[in-house]
């Protein structure tokens, strides 16, 4: 008899388990500075800057902008706005840290999220950001260019394991793109004071 509750018990933890993890919805962390990011922009040389609207790019599917599946959970900003404005948020939170955001610069930064997925495969998952960032100077365009970060990983079996290790490698990429716009030399040449 106690044998037949303990199963019992058992089963229904699974259940609830499983419940939980199918046709979730979760929602990206708030962009925080990263250590790495504000000391890239520091040294940059660049001077002030304010960062204008971002959107997704003319032509991309909308869903692209609102939400990604990670197996059975799906992902979104955790604003409800959009992955866009996420990436913009994520630019922000960089450039507010190393102290270069200004909101009276004449050089403005704004982007278009051209390509965002994650897959969270069996064995090694990966996931893909690209954007294209264009840096305006008293209303010329100085900056025009498509930046894209990957990220691959072990990826587990297992649900439970695999769906958060995935939103985590997901988010930390807005991080990374953010930083290979900081390193990329002709956006350097463009924001020197």
């Given at each position: 008899?106690?044998?037949?509750?303990?199963r019992?018990?058992?089963?229904?933890?699974?259940?609830?388990?499983?419940?939980?993890?199918?046709?979730?919805?979760?929602?990206?962390?708030?962009?925080?500075?990263?250590?790495?990011?504000?000391?890239?922009?520091?040294?940059?040389?660049?001077?002030?800057?304010?960062?204008?609207?971002?959107?997704?790019?003319?032509?991309?599917?909308?869903?692209?902008d609102?939400?990604?599946?990670?197996?059975?959970a799906?992902?979104?900003?955790?604003?409800?706005?959009?992955?866009?404005?996420?990436?913009?948020?994520?630019?922000?939170?960089?450039?507010?840290?190393?102290?270069?955001l200004?909101?009276?610069?004449?050089?403005?930064?704004?982007?278009?999220?051209?390509?965002?997925q994650?897959?969270?495969?069996?064995?090694?998952?990966?996931?893909?950001?690209?954007?294209?960032?264009?840096?305006?100077?008293?209303?010329?365009?100085?900056?025009?260019?498509?930046?894209?970060?990957?990220?691959?990983w072990?990826?587990?079996?297992?649900?439970?394991?695999?769906?958060?290790?995935?939103?985590?490698?997901?988010t930390?990429?807005?991080?990374?793109?953010?930083?290979?716009?900081?390193?990329?030399?002709?956006?350097?040449e463009?924001?020197?004071?």
């Open positions: 008899m106690n044998g037949s509750i303990l019992g018990s058992t089963t229904a933890a699974a259940a609830v388990t499983i419940a939980l993890l199918i046709g979730c919805a979760t929602q990206l962390g708030a962009p925080v500075a990263s250590a790495d990011n504000t000391t890239k922009a520091r040294a940059t040389g660049m001077g002030t800057v304010q960062v204008g609207e971002f959107a997704l790019a003319p032509g991309k599917d909308k869903s692209l609102s939400s990604i599946s990670v197996r059975a799906s992902v979104s900003e955790p604003t409800g706005g959009s992955f866009s404005q996420y990436l913009r948020e994520t630019l922000i939170v960089e450039l507010k840290s190393a102290g270069l200004n909101p009276a610069s004449p050089a403005v930064i704004t982007g278009f999220l051209t390509e965002s994650v897959d969270p495969a069996m064995s090694e998952g990966s996931a893909k950001l690209a954007a294209r960032f264009v840096v305006t100077r008293a209303g010329s365009t100085v900056y025009d260019r498509e930046l894209t970060v990957t990220s691959k072990a990826s587990s079996f297992v649900g439970a394991v695999a769906i958060p290790a995935a939103i985590n490698e997901y930390g990429l807005y991080r990374k793109l953010v930083g290979v716009l900081l390193d990329d030399p002709k956006f350097q463009v924001t020197r004071k």
